[in-house]
Structure formats: structure tokens, C-alpha cells
């Protein structure tokens, strides 16, 4: 009977205790959460500020396209080779390549011009490819604030990219798809315009938007 006692109060701490680990952890993960929707805040006044600068500018004129190379404005001169074809505005010693927007999710972010697992605790990044090249992949980390929520797009939802130099490119989702961790080949495989991707909670799989 003492032994039963002993055991049962045993199982009543370890109840306690995994439950207080899981509210830490889920405290920790909002918290986290919370820092990177801050920091993805600040970067994207200031980058926003930069892009309205290069407009007002004349160096280019925002254009849409279905995500191949937007039609290039009279006002701009063609690019040459040497142009890089994916502008970047540097915020903190850190380059990004423009803006990307879910309209239907309410949520936009900077998009750094290369993805780091530092970086992602900021901002999305560039994985390969560029928007005026028709074959952008872009990594987000799974954050509420950031790709946490694209779980949530449907088909047909619309996607926008803004580029640095104010280019708008306007896609819509075509297909959802969970790809398996290395399967680096598939993820820029296919001839989709703009492919934005985000680990599923635990890291198990990738919730990879095709979007055209």
C-alpha cells in the first residue's frame, strides 16, 4: 500500500512538472515570437521608407507582373548585365531584396537578401533564384508574426512581392505542398515564380506555397 501511495505521488509531480514544462515552452515560443514580429517591424518601416525613396526618385516605377520579369517602365533605363538583377537596400549593415505580402493573412515582411537561421529569427530570406528571374524562394521561419501562419492560404490567394527598387510582382497560390527536409531538388524544382517555404512545428517537414 505504501509503495501505491509513493507511486501515485510520483506520477502527480511528473504531471506537474511536464506540465510546467510545456507552458514554458509555450511561453518561450510567444515570447520568441512577439521579438521577431518586433524586429521584423522596425526593419520593415525603414525599408518601406527606402523603397518610397528609390520611387520618388525615378530610378524606377513600380509595375506588376504574374511573376516572370515585370515589363520595364519608360522611365528606367533597360538593365545590362553587370545590373544586379536582384537590387538590394541595406538596413543595419544587413541587405534586403523588398517586401512580401499575404493580403488575405494581413501580414508583411522584409525579406533579407540571403537566409541564415540567425536571419530567420528576423526576417525571411532568400533561399535561391529572384523575383525578376521568375524562380524566388523564399524561407521563413514558423513564428505567428512571420510564415506561421501560411499554413492558413488557400488556392488562388494572392501573394505580393515588392522588390527594392519598388517593382511589384502579384502572384496567386497554385499548389500546398510538405516536402521532406532535405529534399532540396524539389524545393526549386518545378516552374513556379515564387515558392515560400517554413518548417512545420518539431522541424519534421517543410510547408512549401507554390505560387505563379
Request: glycine letters at 12%; proline letters at 7%.
Amino acid at each position: 500500500m505504501r509503495g501505491g501511495k509513493k507511486l501515485g505521488t510520483a506520477l502527480v509531480f511528473t504531471g506537474l512538472f511536464l506540465l510546467c514544462a510545456a507552458g514554458g515552452l509555450l511561453f518561450f515560443n510567444q515570447a520568441e515570437s512577439q521579438r521577431a514580429q518586433d524586429a521584423s517591424a522596425q526593419v520593415l518601416e525603414l525599408l518601406a521608407g527606402e523603397i518610397r525613396s528609390n520611387q520618388r526618385s525615378g530610378t524606377v516605377q513600380p509595375t506588376e507582373g504574374g511573376g516572370a520579369e515585370p515589363t520595364a517602365p519608360t522611365a528606367a533605363p533597360t538593365p545590362t548585365e553587370e545590373e544586379d538583377p536582384c537590387p538590394t537596400v541595406q538596413i543595419d549593415g544587413v541587405d534586403y531584396i523588398g517586401v512580401i505580402s499575404f493580403p488575405t493573412l494581413s501580414i508583411e515582411l522584409p525579406v533579407m537578401a540571403q537566409w541564415s537561421p540567425e536571419g530567420l529569427q528576423i526576417a525571411p530570406g532568400r533561399y535561391t533564384g529572384t523575383a525578376s528571374g521568375g524562380d524566388l524562394v523564399i524561407a521563413g521561419h514558423n513564428y505567428d508574426s512571420h510564415f506561421g501562419q501560411i499554413e492558413d492560404l488557400n488556392l488562388n490567394d494572392p501573394v505580393l512581392f515588392t522588390d527594392a527598387n519598388g517593382k511589384v510582382y502579384s502572384y496567386s497560390v497554385l499548389d500546398i505542398e510538405i516536402l521532406p527536409p532535405d529534399a532540396i531538388d524539389d524545393m526549386i524544382a518545378g516552374d513556379y515564380p515564387l515558392t515560400v517555404f517554413t518548417c512545420t512545428y518539431g522541424g519534421r517537414t517543410r510547408l512549401t506555397i507554390r505560387c505563379g
